[in-house]
């Protein structure tokens, strides 16, 4: 904010009070009223895009972090704003209300002193304040803003009047002492039984907490009628400058007595049209009948126009919001954004920028409380099956786009994040505790398996089994059965591998034994025969093929003769 960024201020109960700085003023209308040059520069879209868009910061190391800190990280997805061209609107309307409302309430001006003059004789005296003829209701400019609860209303509004120091101190104008706070605006809350003493005592409280005024026990008081306070109200309004009283959840006038609406918002119009100071309304649908029947007749102030707001349409509006949004991921693998998760993301959410916001939240969430670690339809349906239970049937009718339907619905119950998180960081909590017995099961059983196989090994080794053998042996039985059978069947399965073993040892020798012997039979019925024939033994050795000439086999280049062939028929 041009000139108030580099100005001293002084921390007061809670809230920065500035120090006025005042600048020239490019619109003649706003010369020389101290309330209007002191607040910061009408500003340009592309300044209000730059200052109310909000993209909370990211790292990608984020993503390897423990659960529990990703958790934490994934809050900050609550400080991401995308303006759009209705927030670009709010910002101008404000900006005039504020000016307006303060044009013909110049503190400079002879007429502004008398008539806060003559205000305040009048409550020290008892009477009502004097309906005086002033040119501020020709300039002060009321609106209302009107939609389903969690389209971004409230945040909208908040955005905007961050541009706005809450409240600036004056000392000296155009070399004149002036000691004057100045508050740009105030925001309250329509108490929930829609009483017009409980908005008044609400007032005087949050005066109280700007100033360290003491206007609720002064004002407050059971002995003070309704009317009173409204007076009192009025007065204080324009003793310290309310550039724009806000009263949000509006809707709850549905619950004041008889005539108890009626009476609040006629006291709206009052100071609008009388003292000058707007009053911008914010409520959901349910408030629209209260505006439409009992206010449409009283309420002149409405010169802004009044704002409603619906779901965001699936245009290009949402895919830049989708886009925006979607690089916020805190799950290990990055999900690309695809035409069918945002088509998905807008059916299940119906463009409530609060539900699509929370879901993505809680999709993450889920996606890392299962061990996933990836956003998936998948997982956004199921969260949206488990979390949305409440508002799916206002979902459905804004989905059918049908005005009756949706009308039965007047407000969605907003999601409460915290108990989510709660629910998955239970899970995630008990999972791991069961991961952590599961290694401490595994642990114990390995320990006992080990102190098994020690005793098995140790009783065959003093039983004369070959070391080697045993503990091969002890070890395709473990692999095999494991070691809870116990002691006694692991023993007994380990001897009688080792035993069939020893078995099989034998029959090999068995067999080689025997190999050798009918060998040497063979030979000793060659030479027989040899002796038979009257030849020598090589010579029918020669014969039989069963040796060979040693120059023969040279030549022939074959490296060694076959002294016995591998088939030989008897």
Sequence with gaps: MQGLAANESQILYGEDIVDAIYSDQIVQDYESNPLIEALPPIFTEDEVIEQILVFPPFNEKERKLNPSY?????????????????????????????RQGYLHRNPMKKEEVMRVHESYKAIKEGK??????????????????????????????????????QIIRHQEYQRRPFQFTQICWMKLDCPFDGSLKGLCMSFFSELDRLLGSNYLNKFGSQKNTTDLMMQRMAHLASRHGIGLLIIDEIQHLSLSK???SDKM???????????GIPVLMVGTNKAISILQSEFRQARRGSGQGDMVWSQMPKDESWDLFVEGMWEYQWTLNFTELTNELSDFLYEESQGVLDI???LFMLSQIRAIASGEEKITKQIIKKVASDSLRLVKPML??????????????????????????????????????????????RQKCHKKEQSLLEEVTLQLLAMDFDPKEVQSAVRKVF??????????????????????????????????????????????????????KKQSVHEYFLDKDIIKQPLNEFWEGKENATLVPHSVSR
């Design 70 to 98: 990703r958790f934490h990280c994934i809050q900050r997805l609550f400080q991401y704003f995308q303006p759009f061209e209705k927030h670009l609107d709010l910002e101008q309307r404000i900006s005039r209300a504020i």
């Design 128 to 165: 009502f304040i004097k309906n005086y003829q002033t040119e501020a209701k020709r300039t002060a400019a009321g609106f209302t803003i009107i939609g389903l609860s969690g389209i971004g209303k409230t945040t909208a509004i908040e955005r905007v009047l961050s541009f706005y120091p």
């Design 258 to 260: 008889s005539g108890g």
């Design 265 to 275: 918002l006629n006291f709206f119009v009052t100071l609008v049209n009388t003292i």
């Design 356 to 358: 699509s916001i929370k």
């Design 396 to 441: 459905e009718a804004l989905k059918s786009g049908i005005p009756s339907e949706i009308a039965k619905y007047e407000d969605i119950r907003p999601i409460d994040i915290d108990e989510e998180v709660e629910k998955y960081k239970a899970s995630i909590d008990m999972q791991k505790k069961i991961r952590i017995q599961k290694k401490l099961q």
């Design 479 to 532: 692999n095999k059965i494991g070691g809870n059978l116990g002691k006694p069947t692991v023993l007994k399965e380990v001897i009688k591998l080792l035993i069939n073993k020893d078995e099989k040892k034998e029959e090999r020798k068995d067999k080689k034994k025997k190999a050798i012997l009918s060998s040497e039979n063979y030979l000793v019925l060659l030479l027989q025969e040899a002796r038979k």
